[in-house]
C-alpha cells in the first residue's frame, strides 16, 4: 500500500553544506499490517514520514500511497497522523479543539458531533471536554493529539511517538488499542524510539541509521537459531564451572552472568555441561530481545 521506491533526499541549504538525509531508501508497507520504524536520532526517520505525508517530495526515487503520489492520496482520502511534537492552542478548549481538528479532517457535519464524541470518549477526555488546552497535564495533551488523528476513517495512520508523555497506564492502554485500529485494507506505520513498544504492536519493523535502510526485521521470528546471541543466566553454585564452561561469560552479580552464544544448540551443549557439573541452573533468557539485537547489530555504535 505505501511503497519507497529507491528514494532519496538532499538538503541544499543556501550557503550552507548539503546534508544526505536518506539515500535509496527501499520498502513497502502491506494494507493490513502495522509496520514500525526505528532508529537513532538524525537517522532520516523524520524526513522519511514528511515525504510519506506529501510535506516534501524525494530528490530522487518515488513514493507512493496506494499508486498515488502522497499529496494525492492526502487531497483524496486523508492520512490520520499524530506528529512528533505536538503544538495546540493553549487558549482552546479540549472538545473545542477536537472540533477544529474534525474540520481540517475533512468530517462532514452530519457526522462531526459523532465523531468528536467517539475521539473523546476513545482517550478518555470527557471529563477534560471543557478545560483549556495549558491546563491539561502532559499526558492529556498527548491524549488528545493522539485522538485527532483516529478522527474519520482513514486507510493510513502515521504515528510517531505515540507514547511520548504517556503515564504506565496509557502506554499500556495503547498497545491494547492499536490492534483494534487494525483492518485489511489500512496500513499503520509506527515512528518510535522504544523498540519494546514497537516489538510488541508491529509486524515488521525498518531499522534505518544515517539515512539508510539497514534491516526490515520480522518481530514475530523469535530468536535465530544460528546468530550469535547474548544471553543472561543465572545459577547457583559453581562459579568455576561457569568460567570454563564459558570463558568469556561477563559477571553481572553474584550468580548472574552474560554470554555470548552461537544458536540455539550451542547455548543447550552450555546448559548440559553446567547441569553435569553440578551447576543448578536458574534461568537463561535472551539479553536483548529479538528487536533490540538486531538494532545493536545494525546500528553503528559510534552512531
Same mark, same amino acid.
Given at each position: 500500500?505505501?511503497?519507497?521506491?529507491?528514494?532519496?533526499?538532499?538538503?541544499?541549504?543556501?550557503?550552507?553544506?548539503?546534508?544526505?538525509?536518506?539515500?535509496?531508501?527501499?520498502?513497502?508497507?502491506?494494507?493490513?499490517?502495522?509496520?514500525?520504524?526505528?532508529?537513532?536520532?538524525?537517522?532520516?526517520?523524520?524526513?522519511?514520514?514528511?515525504?510519506?505525508?506529501?510535506?516534501?517530495?524525494?530528490?530522487?526515487?518515488?513514493?507512493?500511497?496506494?499508486?498515488?503520489?502522497?499529496?494525492?492520496?492526502?487531497?483524496?482520502?486523508?492520512?490520520?497522523?499524530?506528529?512528533?511534537?505536538?503544538?495546540?492552542?493553549?487558549?482552546?478548549?479540549?472538545?473545542?479543539?477536537?472540533?477544529?481538528?474534525?474540520? #481540517?479532517?475533512?468530517?462532514?457535519?452530519?457526522?462531526?458531533?459523532?465523531?468528536?464524541?467517539?475521539?473523546?470518549?476513545?482517550?478518555?477526555?470527557?471529563?477534560?471536554?471543557?478545560?483549556?488546552?495549558?491546563?491539561?497535564?502532559?499526558?492529556?495533551?498527548?491524549?488528545?493529539?493522539?485522538?485527532?488523528?483516529?478522527?474519520? $476513517?482513514?486507510?493510513?495512520?502515521?504515528?510517531?511517538?505515540?507514547?511520548?508523555?504517556?503515564?504506565?497506564?496509557?502506554?499500556?492502554?495503547?498497545?491494547?488499542?492499536?490492534?483494534?485500529?487494525?483492518?485489511?485494507?489500512?496500513?499503520?506505520?509506527?515512528?518510535?524510539?522504544?523498540? $519494546?513498544?514497537?516489538?510488541?504492536?508491529?509486524?515488521?519493523?525498518?531499522?534505518?541509521?544515517?539515512?539508510?535502510?539497514?534491516?526490515?526485521?520480522?518481530?514475530?521470528?523469535?530468536?535465530?537459531?544460528?546468530?550469535?546471541?547474548?544471553?543472561?543466566?543465572?545459577?547457583?553454585?559453581?562459579?568455576?564451572?561457569?568460567?570454563?564452561?564459558?570463558?568469556?561469560?561477563?559477571?553481572?552479580?553474584?550468580?548472574?552472568?552474560?554470554?555470548?552464544?552461537?544458536?540455539?544448540?550451542?547455548?543447550?551443549?552450555?546448559?548440559?555441561?553446567?547441569?553435569?557439573?553440578?551447576? #543448578?541452573?536458574?534461568?537463561?533468557?535472551?539479553?536483548?530481545?529479538?528487536?533490540?539485537?538486531?538494532?545493536?547489530?545494525?546500528?553503528?555504535?559510534?552512531?
Amino acid at each position: 500500500m505505501i511503497e519507497f521506491a529507491g528514494v532519496g533526499r538532499t538538503y541544499a541549504p543556501l550557503g550552507g553544506r548539503r546534508v544526505r538525509a536518506v539515500d535509496d531508501m527501499t520498502f513497502t508497507v502491506r494494507a493490513g499490517e502495522v509496520f514500525g520504524i526505528a532508529g537513532p536520532n538524525g537517522a532520516g526517520k523524520s524526513t522519511m514520514i514528511s515525504m510519506l505525508l506529501g510535506f516534501m517530495s524525494p530528490s530522487e526515487g518515488r513514493v507512493t500511497v496506494d499508486g498515488r503520489a502522497p499529496r494525492q492520496f492526502v487531497e483524496r482520502e486523508g492520512i490520520g497522523y499524530l506528529s512528533e511534537l505536538v503544538e495546540i492552542n493553549p487558549r482552546w478548549r479540549a472538545r473545542d479543539a477536537m472540533v477544529r481538528f474534525a474540520i #481540517l479532517a475533512g468530517i462532514p457535519a452530519r457526522a462531526m458531533d459523532a465523531s468528536v464524541n467517539e475521539a473523546m470518549t476513545l482517550m478518555s477526555l470527557e471529563e477534560h471536554a471543557g478545560k483549556r488546552v495549558k491546563e491539561l497535564s502532559k499526558g492529556t495533551r498527548q491524549r488528545l493529539a493522539l485522538g485527532q488523528a483516529l478522527l474519520g $476513517d482513514s486507510r493510513v495512520l502515521v504515528l510517531d511517538e505515540p507514547t511520548h508523555g504517556l503515564d504506565p497506564l496509557w502506554t499500556q492502554r495503547f498497545r491494547e488499542l492499536v490492534p483494534t485500529l487494525r483492518r485489511p485494507d489500512r496500513a499503520i506505520v509506527i515512528a518510535s524510539h522504544n523498540l $519494546d513498544e514497537l516489538e510488541r504492536l508491529a509486524d515488521r519493523v525498518a531499522i534505518v541509521d544515517r539515512g539508510r535502510l539497514q534491516r526490515i526485521v520480522e518481530t514475530r521470528g523469535g530468536v535465530s537459531d544460528t546468530a550469535v546471541t547474548r544471553y543472561r543466566i543465572a545459577y547457583r553454585g559453581g562459579e568455576e564451572a561457569v568460567r570454563e564452561v564459558f570463558p568469556g561469560a561477563t559477571s553481572l552479580a553474584p550468580g548472574e552472568v552474560e554470554v555470548d552464544v552461537a544458536g540455539l544448540e550451542g547455548l543447550n551443549r552450555g546448559l548440559a555441561a553446567l547441569i553435569e557439573r553440578g551447576v #543448578l541452573v536458574v534461568a537463561a533468557t535472551p539479553a536483548y530481545s529479538v528487536l533490540e539485537e538486531h538494532f545493536r547489530q545494525a546500528v553503528r555504535s559510534d552512531a
